[in-house]
């Protein structure tokens, strides 16, 4: 009988306990796992290259390219854990060619226009509120979408912080990321402070109650589904065609900032990013940045004829 159930859950307490993964992190390892599991039931060893290799040709006729790329970095990331730990008496994973051509998909970012005009219809949603209960919700709806473009923190972050995370006073926030990774941002708009202290006073006692920052109607934990729908209520409020998500504000913060000529490894610390190549996609996106390089500083312009 095969091993592999209980060197699965062994590794997932690792990765709870020692790596201090968050839940999200361990929920897509423990399907991953599982489908990996499922795939050799009648299997008696399954940790082997003849055996990796079939399912790896599997994903590929299943799932899309990044889909895959991820189930195989968790499936890797798993087998070096028993190697290391000498549960397998060699590493299969390392004899396999695992690298593919995977096309490159370039975030979607919005421009400063689009996103002026999302906060514009907030704050006027805000002033036209009937009722104090509704000016109170708006209150957090301003605030969260203030928070999500002021930092470009990913929404799991965002619904994670906790009321001693968050200094309004000082103006940063600190941030719980993945891999446990802790990074600080600073929050230097004015207008964002403000929505976010007024927020805070409003919710002073259900913040403390709760043990968030940002809670919703029930006094719980906002979740990360309201908050695509404070999105999604306030792009179609603002007549915006497009489908704004809170990783797309994240993409523009980034794109922005890159146009705005900030140092990309200073974008890298803000958003998070282990390696500075996540980073470098935006490189790509800033299509306005290029048009102004080409027109200020192209050595044809120099040239008069």
């Not at 990796?52 to 006729?61: D, P």
């Not at 970012?109 to 509120?129: C, D, G, H, R, V």
């Not at 998070?272 to 800033?286: E, F, P």
């Amino acid at each position: 009988m095969s091993q592999l159930p209980t060197q699965i859950n062994n590794y997932l307490t690792y990765c709870q306990f020692q790596k201090m993964l968050n839940e999200k992190t361990l929920k897509a390892y423990r399907i991953d796992l599982a489908q990996f599991a499922t795939f050799f039931t009648d299997e008696p060893e399954p940790l082997t290259k003849d055996c990796i290799c079939r399912y790896i040709q599997a994903l590929h006729s299943k799932y899309k390219p990044k889909t895959v790329k991820r189930k195989i970095a968790c499936l890797r990331a798993f087998v070096n854990y028993l190697d290391f730990d000498e549960q397998i008496p060699s590493n299969p994973i390392s004899k396999i060619n695992l690298e593919f051509r995977e096309p490159l998909t370039l975030p979607k970012a919005l421009p400063l226009s689009t996103i002026k005009k999302l906060l514009k219809t907030a704050y006027q949603s805000l002033e036209q509120q009937q009722t104090p209960h509704q000016h109170r919700i708006k209150l957090r709806d301003v605030a969260v979408l203030e928070l999500l473009f002021a930092t470009g923190l990913r929404v799991s972050e965002l619904c994670s912080i906790k009321p001693t995370e968050i200094d309004l006073k000082h103006g940063y926030v600190k941030v719980q990321g993945k891999g446990a990774r802790e990074r600080i941002i600073f929050i230097s708009n004015p207008d964002t402070l403000t929505a976010l202290r007024t927020y805070q006073k409003a919710y002073t006692q259900n913040i403390s109650d709760a043990g968030w920052f940002f809670i919703n109607r029930l006094g719980n934990r906002l979740s990360e589904q309201s908050v695509r729908g404070i999105i999604k209520a306030d792009t179609k409020l603002a007549k915006i065609p497009e489908h704004v998500t809170p990783h797309m504000l994240r993409h523009s913060f980034a794109t922005l900032m890159l146009e705005e000529d900030v140092d990309i490894r200073y974008i890298q610390n803000i958003l998070g990013h282990s390696s500075i190549s996540t980073t470098q996609i935006y490189t790509h996106v800033s299509l306005n940045k290029q048009k102004m390089i080409m027109r200020k500083k192209h050595p044809r312009n120099r040239i008069t004829l």
